[in-house]
Each structure stands twice: as structure tokens, then as C-alpha cells.
């Protein structure tokens, strides 16, 4: 997957290297901004995002299903600050909100290739079916 790194922005701001560096959010807000991903259908939009600014026809192209859909994922997901949008005359064109998303969305794949029984496994983990 040609997903940009954070070290490829020119922005880039080192990442906090222990959890003495995070800032200190309340636990709830952090696991909301992970369910934002537990949505297949949203994690593709991001993924396909992340490779390039798309406009939402190509986001619905992409993912295969309606545009109100679509838009309410997009919503979401520009809710949650994993990508923005620039108006271009009618059209609304999507890029990576932040650089560190790719980075989160290519660790989150490798943890989950290195492990991927034990999800699989877990039943206090809903199928993604049952997320919506």
C-alpha cells in the first residue's frame, strides 16, 4: 500500500516515544476516536484518502456504495479529524487531516497481520456487521 508516512510530510513533528509524551486525554475520547475506524467501509475511504486527495464521487466509486453513504462516513471521519476538506468550486476534495493517520492506519495493519487470529478469536468482539 503506498500510504504516506509521517516522516514524508515536510511538517513533520517527531512522535511521542512513551506515554509520559502523550498528552493526557480521558480514556473515553480515545476510544472513540478508534471505533471512527472500526467501520470497514470507513477505514477504506480513509485508506483510499490517505493515497491522494479524492472528491466524494471517487470515494463512492471506490467504496461501491450510495453517495449519502458515503457522505455520512466522510462525515465522520472529518468529525473525527482523520481527513479534511477544501471546497474546489461544487465539488468538496478529501485529503489525510493529519500526517500521523497513515502512520496509525499502517502500525494498526501490521499489529493486526502479526496477530490476526487472536480477533478472530475474541468474543467479546462484535463481527464488523454488528458495529453499524
Known sequence: MDIPTLTDHPDAVPAPTTMSEVPCLHLDTTARFFRALSDPTRLKLLEFILRG???????????????????????????????????????????????????????????????AAAPECCPRIPDSGDLR
Open 53 to 115: 486527495e479524492r472528491t466524494s464521487a471517487d470515494c463512492v466509486e471506490h467504496a461501491g456504495i450510495s453517495q449519502p453513504r458515503v457522505s455520512v462516513h466522510l462525515s465522520c471521519l472529518m468529525d473525527c479529524g482523520y481527513v479534511q476538506a477544501r471546497r474546489d468550486g461544487k465539488k468538496l476534495r478529501y485529503s489525510a487531516g493529519d500526517p500521523r493517520v497513515a502512520d496509525l492506519v499502517m502500525l494498526a495493519r501490521s499489529l493486526a497481520a502479526d496477530n
